[in-house]
């Protein structure tokens, strides 16, 4: 089972990006697929979660209104599409395979999840 997180990069405040969380190994489909983000100095921070087929799809507060969670099952894809990016923005991006077909209630805790990406890095000037 691997995860690969890409698509960071440098982008203007205001900006937007789309990140892209491609496994191999398994079928993303089947389970549930989130993000989280660690500025330096920072605890790890849950994003966004995408149950399996979609079943249910939840949002942390720093994502909710900005942060969209949507799959390409074709590409085995998990894509973090990420609007009026901030400086606050500014972190590596981690994407993380849930053990579970859905998003739990502890779907913000980064010891919930079996396997993690290798991060990839967002800047956004101001």
């Known amino acids: 089972v691997q995860l690969q997180a890409s698509g960071g990069g440098l982008v203007q405040a205001g900006g937007s990006l789309r990140l892209s969380c491609t496994g191999s190994?398994?079928?993303?489909?089947?389970?549930?697929i989130a993000w989280f983000r660690q500025a330096p100095g920072k605890e790890r921070e849950g994003l966004g979660c995408?149950?399996?087929?979609?079943?249910?799809?939840k949002y942390g507060d720093s994502a909710k209104g900005r942060f969209v969670i949507s799959r390409d099952n074709a590409k085995n894809t998990v894509f973090l599409q990420m609007n009026s990016l901030e400086p606050g923005d500014t972190a590596t991006y981690y994407c993380?395979?849930?053990?579970?077909?859905?998003?739990?209630?502890?779907?913000?805790?980064?010891?919930?999840?079996?396997?993690w990406g290798q991060g990839t890095l967002v800047t956004v000037s101001s």
């Open positions: 995408i149950g399996m087929r979609d079943i249910n799809i």
């Open positions: 993380a395979k849930d053990y579970d077909y859905y998003c739990g209630s502890n779907w913000y805790v980064k010891n919930a999840y079996e396997s």
């Open positions: 190994g398994f079928r993303s489909v089947d389970y549930g």
